[in-house]
């Protein structure tokens, strides 16, 4: 019986709601309809946008800190062309027979 009653009050509250959108004419619903389209299509590029943005940070964010550890290890491993190296570098494999 609970479960009828909400059922009902269901339909009452549609049939409410679709009586209240038919009160319009014609012209209001359809420049009401363009105007939730304008807003939800305005709304969906600026989302878009700042969307793009976020991934160009990240994108940037991501090339730099690619160049940084690449500075760093260059600056840590770096060697002068014209300086002699220590025999301890020097890697000398044996290759068993």
Same mark, same amino acid.
């Given at each position: 019986?609970?479960?009828?009653?909400s059922y009902?009050?269901?339909?009452?509250?549609?049939? %409410?709601?679709?009586? @209240?959108?038919?009160?319009?004419?014609?012209?209001?619903?359809?420049?009401?309809?363009? %105007?939730?389209?304008?807003?939800?299509?305005? =709304?969906?590029?600026?989302?878009?946008?700042?969307?793009? %943005?976020? =991934?160009?940070?990240?994108y940037e964010?991501?090339?730099? %800190?690619? =160049?940084y550890a690449?500075?760093?290890?260059?600056?840590?491993?770096?060697?002068? +062309?014209?300086?002699?190296? +220590? =025999?301890?570098?020097?890697?000398? @494999?044996?290759?068993?027979?």
């Amino acid at each position: 019986m609970r479960r009828l009653r909400s059922y009902v009050f269901l339909l009452t509250l549609l049939a %409410v709601g679709m009586a @209240f959108i038919f009160t319009f004419d014609l012209a209001r619903q359809m420049a009401a309809a363009f %105007v939730i389209f304008f807003v939800g299509y305005i =709304a969906l590029m600026i989302c878009l946008m700042i969307c793009l %943005v976020v =991934a160009k940070g990240v994108y940037e964010g991501a090339k730099w %800190v690619g =160049a940084y550890a690449m500075r760093r290890d260059s600056a840590k491993s770096f060697i002068s +062309p014209d300086a002699e190296t +220590p =025999a301890h570098r020097e890697k000398r @494999f044996a290759i068993p027979a």
